[in-house]
């Protein structure tokens, strides 16, 4: 298997929306936008997958070695083989993907965030890092796109958290900041046995609307001369926010499922996003 045919099997299985973005692209950034997102992946299943804090340590440092390595000119992996042709072209730096690696390190270290700029610190590291990169890949030419692409990756991970409460508290973590659960009235504990209640609505609408106000900041911020060649991230934000509102239509039922579009659904939606343009 080449390196190219290992990020486009990465990006295939995660069945991910970003995924369906990803097919309206020309083959070069395609190309590109496939490599970084298999190492997102790559280094993200590290917390996730494997049990042990201590060999999820070892496996991040490992990775913070290749990716000195391969902006010295020596890739080992597929995904790090995948990626450097394309890191000049788009401007992808290797400080980037540390940031990506940082965010997953505070994943072993905090599993609680105390007050909403934590959170955002976090939220920075895996979601806004990720929107500059693709930004840049998709096609930018004005600075002020990099604040969009930060505040719409913003956008999407509190989704992604609002979405995972469930999964998140059986692995131990609570992104929901404790202040705010303090703010609401839920315990901890509610979340971890899965205890739904007024209280838990109306955190969770509290957190639905500061994401949706996310969603309305990012797109103010997209300059219009770069509304054409970011329209992938336009469908992932679409494809993400349609995922929202199917949570608040469920009446925020996260604790014990996870909500989520088919595939056919996701494609419909990138498809008219394509067409509409927005």
């Known amino acids: 298997m080449t390196p190219e045919q290992y990020v486009q099997d990465k990006a295939a299985r995660s069945g991910s929306s970003f995924y369906y973005a990803f097919l309206f692209l020309p083959p070069p950034r395609r190309a590109a936008i496939t490599a970084f997102y298999a190492f997102c992946r790559e280094v993200d299943d590290v917390v996730d997958e ?6 999820a340590a070892t496996k991040l440092a490992w990775w913070r070695t290749e990716v000195a390595s391969a902006f010295a000119g020596r890739p ?38 105390l007050d909403f700029a934590g959170l955002a610190r976090y939220c920075h590291l895996v979601a806004g890092v990720v929107g500059e990169v693709a930004a840049s890949i998709f096609g930018q030419t004005q600075a002020a796109t990099t604040a969009y692409a930060h505040r719409l990756g913003l956008a999407m991970q509190l989704t992604n958290i609002i979405r995972d409460v469930g999964d998140d508290a059986r692995r131990g973590r609570i992104y929901l900041p404790v202040a705010e659960l303090k703010q609401f009235d839920v315990k901890a504990q509610e979340i971890l046995n899965r205890g739904y ?43 993400y926010r349609t995922l929202l ?14 909500t989520s579009l088919t595939p056919l659904r996701k494609l419909w939606i990138a498809m008219r996003t394509n067409w509409r343009g927005r």
């Open 76 to 113: 080992s992996h597929p995904v790090t083989k995948a990626l450097m042709p394309h890191t000049a072209a788009f401007d992808i730096r290797a400080e980037h993907l540390l940031a990506v690696i940082d965010g997953c390190q505070m994943d072993l270290e905090q599993s609680r965030y």
């Open 197 to 239: 209640s007024e209280r838990f609505t109306a955190l969770m609408k509290f957190q639905t609307e500061r994401s949706h106000r996310c969603y309305d900041e990012a797109f103010a911020l997209l300059p219009e001369a770069d509304r054409q060649a970011q329209k992938p991230g336009v469908m992932m934000a679409n494809i």
């Open 50 to 55: 494997v049990g042990d804090p201590g060999v």
């Open 245 to 258: 509102r199917e949570i608040e239509a469920d009446d925020f039922q996260v604790l014990h499922q996870r």
